[in-house]
């Protein structure tokens, strides 16, 4: 189903044809479409090894070069596995955007509240969000959350009325409130990845084994990566990963206001197109207002 009026609509068979033209070298490798909640970008396996990603949308294209320029300066870094680019396609009479081969990366997305691992999970993305804050930002863009939540309150304000009735608007505005008045950050700017949503981790056992989609990463207040506290960790999760991170009250607010932002702009447009996404939605608000 589509979930954008302007998204293109990518088949197996023409992505099959795509690799085919541009990397004859995998054509007689196995395609098959990857089941994701992403809205961005479509995902086929091929072969054992590999991953197409092509964007949906236009606005997806800006990202295919942003992570192949950040992810090899990232991926050295970090304990967990982030994609590796393994070619990059380019746009044709098949397909209109610029598109890439990545390295296949083993393991299963987490489900909000279920997540595997108990505290030991919530540690492992701690452990990722303190050696990605510990990169080196010089010349580095801000990232998409990386600035003021004030910045989003337009469409969050937007997102509440459109809800009416399927939220409870006063509480959910009454905690929107709170967070936007949190004091802002002072510190300098740290790498922050952004998008922190289950969909976007990897686990094996009770193991994060890998982080996806830097398309939104760069610079910018810690707090937006907080957000994974509420769209997965459970409360009894969360307290150690507050505590392994050293959050400050301040931080921990507008971190639960940049998950509540996100779960909030996301529902109404993805009620009828994506399961996925509504469910965390309303799991990060059953969170904040428990």
Not at 80 to 102: D, K, Q
Request: hydrophobic share 45%.
């Amino acid at each position: 189903m589509k979930m954008h009026d302007d998204e293109f609509v990518i088949t197996a068979a023409m992505v099959k044809s795509l690799v085919g033209e541009q990397f004859p070298a995998w054509r007689d490798l196995p395609l098959t479409a990857v089941k994701s909640s992403g809205t961005v970008n479509a995902l086929f396996r091929l072969g054992d090894e590999l991953l197409v990603r092509l964007p949906r949308i236009e606005s997806g294209i800006e990202g295919v070069e942003h992570e192949h320029c950040w992810l090899p300066q990232i991926a050295p870094h970090v304990l967990v596995a982030v994609p590796e680019v393994r070619g990059l396609g380019t746009p044709s009479s098949l397909f209109p955007y610029p598109w890439s081969i990545r390295r296949w990366i083993d393991g299963s997305t987490p489900s909000p509240g279920n997540a595997n691992g108990g505290g030991r999970l919530a540690l492992d993305i701690a452990r990722f969000i303190k050696d990605l804050r510990g990169l080196n930002t010089a010349s580095v863009p801000r990232a998409y959350r990386g600035g003021p939540l004030v910045e989003w309150d337009e469409s969050v304000r937007t997102a509440i009325a459109e809800l009416r009735g399927r939220v409870d608007g006063a509480s959910v505005s009454q905690a929107w409130e709170r967070s936007l008045h949190a004091p802002l950050w002072e510190g300098a700017p740290v790498w922050v990845h952004s998008d922190l949503m289950p969909g976007n981790l990897l686990v094996s056992g009770d193991h994060l084994v890998g982080v996806i989609d830097f398309e939104t990463a760069g610079v910018g207040d810690p707090a937006c990566d907080l957000m994974v506290a509420w769209n997965l960790l459970t409360a009894q999760q969360r307290r150690s990963f507050r505590a392994a991170l050293d959050v400050d009250d301040a931080t921990w607010l507008r971190g639960q206001g940049w998950a509540l932002a996100q779960a909030l702009v996301a529902l109404p447009y993805y009620w009828d197109t994506n399961p996925a996404m509504v469910a965390t939605s309303h799991y990060v608000i059953d969170q904040i207002l428990v």
